[in-house]
């Protein structure tokens, strides 16, 4: 195995060479889900600077973001230093406290505020600092509401296949991506998994409603197998991002809902994503029109300019636990409420409604989507589907539209998307999410800033059409 001990010697270098932040970064940054081998070769994007909905790289190229930097910067990149003031003031006045047998007003505050936006009578709000820990929280909660009940069989859980939950343990074994958990296993057991609703490959005669009914008959036989009183959860997102922007169809929620309320199963919606406008209302289960037991969060509640999620559960969940032997929610993190989070997500929301900005999103969802259409239609050739809601939308791409897969035999999927269509996208300057799904065929996944106007969507759609028609030249395809 090849040792590197400094930058130079990896980059291959002299030692007196001039080094970059990308050569920094390279030798010590260990990121996300990225392939590192790639990058020896590769050039790698350094942002230094954030404006509207545009990011600038070391160079002062100019980038548009149509991913919201990661589902997440509902505001864009402008309003930056007023959420830094309201940071700034909760430093000055209590860096620091915790929510254990205290509390301070920024996390009171918030949560009262997360009561009022969330539907129904979810008035209960545990903070954590991210996604994947809100997660966690929430299986707890669900555990503990039914070993209280003295249900203390139902341990499971009913996720959906490709879903994505997070990365830590509990987190990852509600995911139905295989790649994510395959290499960790065994992970916590109890974990099932049930269609989602791709809708794209299922039969072309199937009615909407005999689609729900296949997912509902599905969920219930599997609720039947496993044995009702084994189950804790069902745990989904309103709309699931892996797998490209899968929505549902119509009755699908509410009947999720009544066999949740059949078999004395919870319903926790992740609104990892949907939270917080990305569909054109504060939450996606209250878009969708149905009422979940838990709420998990993260993201879009700062705009991500703080990490910070956290869950919002019912009164009833709550209260049983709260009268039970134990008497208190059995979880706690040292940053759960964290003041300077807090703050931040206060002064987030205060902007969002203050520039109406989930209005935004449904007024220039139909907008959206029409240029994506548009889009669609002239890129036919490789457009199978586009679909999504509000701002998450995705196009996936196939050659064989017959068989509703790519098989191209002039270029993989795997080598349009890395050596054609990726390297467009960052020749135009335009910033999406590209992948491989389950299936193998490319997926294209748009989801910007909820501050986009239309111009921005014009200039974001224009960029696309660029990139496809250079991939599409380039590939011979
Ligand atoms: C739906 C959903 N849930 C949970 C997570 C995990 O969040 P985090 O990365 O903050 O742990 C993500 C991350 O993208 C997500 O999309």
Redo the contacts with the bound molecule.
Sequence with gaps: MMQYNNTHELLNVPADAPRSIADVAKRHLLMNFTPAGKYREDELPIYVRGEHCSVFDENGKRYVDGLAG??CVQLGYTHGAEVGDAVREQLATLAFQTTWSVAHPSAALLAEKLASLAPGDLNRVFFTS??????EAAIKLARQYQQTLGHHARRKFIARRV??????FG?MSLNGITAVRAMFEPLMSGVRHTYNTKRYRRPADETEAQFTEFLLADMEAQIIQEGPDTIAAVIL?PLQ??GGSLTPPEGYYQGVRELCDKHGILLIA?E??TGFGRLGRWFGSAHYDFQPDII?F??GIASAYVPL?GVIASDHVIETILDGPLGMYNHALTYGGHPVACAAALKNLEIMEREGVVENVATLSPYFAQKLSEMADKYANIVGDVRGDGFHRSFELVTNHEAKRWDSEKVSAADFVGMYLNPALFEVGLICRVAIDAENNPLVQLSPPLVMTRDDIDELTALLDRAFTLAVERSGL
């Design positions: 990661l589902f991210g996604g994947g820990e809100s997660n879903a994505y939950h997070g990365t830590s987190a997102e991002n892996a992740d990892v994503i998990t993260a993201k999620g």
